[in-house]
């Protein structure tokens, strides 16, 4: 039977050395080696209450049979899913019956549709999850209120140089990112983004905000800039597995790619990349380069219903 994460069941996970198997949530942090929230953290924002994390579970006799957790991102109006765990047999169950209605299939849909309902008490808009590509829990978070977004690929490997004889001439030169720029990145993504992913997603320059995820403790931002218009922003952030990068490029001027890309190649170390499957110009370049695919994962969302707070009234975004 689901439930909202009480202290009670904190300290039943603790004495049964439980969530174990799996982290079937795949952000960004763990697919890039920076790693999530530890366990000991998670217990003691579940000690403290924290109103900065949602948490859902559910318990068979026992044994734990499902372990769900959201933290906000940026503010209380988006959350991402950073744990999903899933007791013993029932990932093995969802990949006998994927599409089935099974007690595997079951948990996880009640799991996840739990967050939402606690989302809606915290006056959220939206929830995300990242799954493996071709995950078997993929219909039951459909099932839940998710739905896919879209598909990232995760590159990875050095980033060769090229003999400048070889590259096209450089737009302009990519010059720091400056806190004046936030408005024409805005801009860059909804002229570089689907109109679906975007009406999941960000839709206002407040939700792309909230949308943005911070650099490391030693990470630089780029943006290359024609005629006065910003055309392309690149990320590289030092970690101890080597170079974390993103990049955005309009696709009208690929040539900013190499640019960028230039200036990545001679950051020393193993690069991890993570591209949308709609910015193909940026991953062909860097697969050019020399990093080669290892992974996909699959970015969905859920919209969180506003709770109405008196009758005939519920709050919108004008």
């Known amino acids: ?5 009480r202290i009670t069941d904190a300290l039943r996970c603790i004495l049964f050395n439980a969530p174990r198997g799996p982290n079937l949530a795949c952000t960004r942090e763990s697919l890039l080696g920076t790693g999530y929230p530890s366990n000991i953290r998670f217990w003691r924002e579940t000690f403290s209450q924290s109103r900065h994390r949602l948490t859902t579970v ?9 372990l769900a957790s959201a933290h906000i991102r940026n503010s209380g109006k988006l959350w991402e899913i950073d744990r999903l765990y899933l007791g013993e047999g029932v990932v093995p169950a969802l990949y006998l019956a994927p599409g089935g209605d099974s007690l595997a299939a ?14 809606t008490e915290r006056s959220a808009q939206r929830i995300l999850l990242r799954l493996a590509a071709d995950s078997p829990l993929m219909p039951a978070a459909q099932r839940a209120g998710f739905f896919p977004c879209f598909r ?18 450089p737009l302009q ?20 983004t689907p109109a679906p992913v975007r009406d999941a997603l960000a839709l206002t320059f407040d939700q792309w905000q909230e949308l943005q995820e911070p650099l490391c403790r030693r990470g630089q931002e780029w943006v290359i800039q024609v005629d006065g218009r910003l055309v392309g922003w690149m990320s590289l952030s030092p970690v101890s597995q080597g170079i974390i990068g993103r990049a955005t490029v309009h696709p009208e001027h690929p040539k900013a ?7 990545a190649s001679a950051q020393p170390g193993a690069h991890h990349w993570l591209v949308p499957d709609y910015l193909t110009h940026v991953a062909s370049a860097l697969q050019h380069r020399g990093l080669q695919p290892v992974a996909g994962y699959d970015v969905l969302a859920a919209s969180v219903a506003a709770r109405v707070l008196q009758r005939g009234m519920a709050p919108v975004e004008a």
């Open 1 to 5: 039977m689901m439930q909202a994460f």
């Open 58 to 66: 559910s318990w068979e006799g026992m044994h734990l049979g499902g």
């Open 106 to 119: 079951r948990t996880v849909t009640e799991l996840l549709g739990g967050l939402i309902l606690l989302a």
């Open 152 to 169: 990232e690929s995760l590159l990875t490997g050095a980033l060769t140089v090229v003999s400048s004889d070889k590259l096209a001439p």
């Open 173 to 192: 030169e990519p010059s720091a990112r400056a806190p004046q720029d936030d408005f024409s990145l805005f801009q860059l993504y909804s002229a570089t």
């Open 257 to 263: 790619v190499e640019s960028f890309l230039e200036l």
